[in-house]
């Protein structure tokens, strides 16, 4: 009788577990949406960075992209170069966006926060999740301004509503990964300054090893064989694809950039719980 109502026991508590984390994961889209949405909330606050986020593609655009148009030094074919650099320009905005926001995570890490929300019944990677696609939403302000401007420097980038949203997605995508790579690294340097000083070390070559500024078939061998690797490539040939109706491997490019979401947030979500030690 007594190991008939142990096994009882243990069949109820199992079914308690079960259930339990039936309930967790039902409430887990719930939980990413709370820790995205917090970002709409801290823009309406502080809107100067609107306008400080702003002024890198405008200078990119102004000052790089109607220096080199004029002198022809990049062969684009039959795209005016401008209209080429735009797309590139939005996905390296959104990347510099993205790319330190690891550092969230060790700000919430130092405020305390982050030892109350790891022992919560919500999965780390909801979190992650919910963070990675925040860095998207600020990131979209970047597509907003460069749209803005091609209509005043007269690129001719589309007006489709439905490829603009294309492009929103393509932007929240990329954003979300490299977001990830950050808070991935945080949960390996552990300190603000060192992830600081690894963003910096990497924005630029990931930038430079694309084809944001210039098409992959003027590039040297070694360097298009890191192109090819670049989730940023693939990006930036997204929004070709959809604001230039360029010819693009669409198909491709969302499948790699969904694939890099889902490898980034396992990988931060596994290193995240290194910063509450």
Not at 81 to 90: E, K, N, R, V
Not at 94 to 111: E, S, T
Not at 248 to 254: K, P, Q, T, V
Request: glycine content about 10%.
């Amino acid at each position: 009788m007594r190991s008939g109502g142990l096994a009882g026991q243990l069949a109820g508590s199992a079914d308690q577990t079960v259930g339990n984390s039936a309930e967790v994961w039902r409430r887990f889209p719930s939980r990413v949406a709370t820790f995205c949405l917090v970002e709409p909330q801290k823009l309406r606050h502080d809107r100067t960075e609107l306008l400080t986020r702003a002024v890198q593609p405008v200078l990119w655009l102004v000052v790089f992209g109607e220096t080199f148009s004029h002198i022809h030094a990049i062969p684009t074919g039959n795209v005016p170069y401008l209209d080429f650099l735009a797309p590139g320009i939005i996905a390296q905005s959104g990347m510099f966006i993205a790319i330190f926001y690891g550092i969230q995570i060790i700000w919430v890490r130092d405020a305390g926060v982050l030892t109350k929300l790891l022992v919560t019944p919500t999965p780390r990677s909801a979190l992650i999740l919910g963070k990675s696609f925040a860095a998207g939403i600020r990131a979209l302000s970047q597509v907003v301004v460069v749209l803005i401007l091609s209509a005043i420097l007269g690129v001719g980038l589309t007006s489709n509503p439905v490829d603009i949203l294309g492009a929103f997605v393509i932007v929240i995508l990329g954003s979300a990964f490299f977001s990830c790579l950050s808070m991935t690294v945080a949960g390996v340097v552990l300190k603000r300054d060192r992830l600081m000083g690894i963003g910096q070390m990497i924005t630029m070559p990931l930038f430079f090893a694309s084809n944001a500024l210039y098409p992959v078939s003027i590039m040297p061998g070694w360097l298009r064989a890191l192109s090819t690797v670049n989730p940023l490539s693939y990006e930036v040939d997204a929004l070709r694809g959809v604001l230039l109706h360029s010819k693009a491997d669409l198909g491709l490019d969302y499948l790699v950039l969904l694939a890099t979401v889902v490898v980034g947030v396992g990988a931060a979500s596994a290193l995240v719980g290194r910063l509450d030690r």
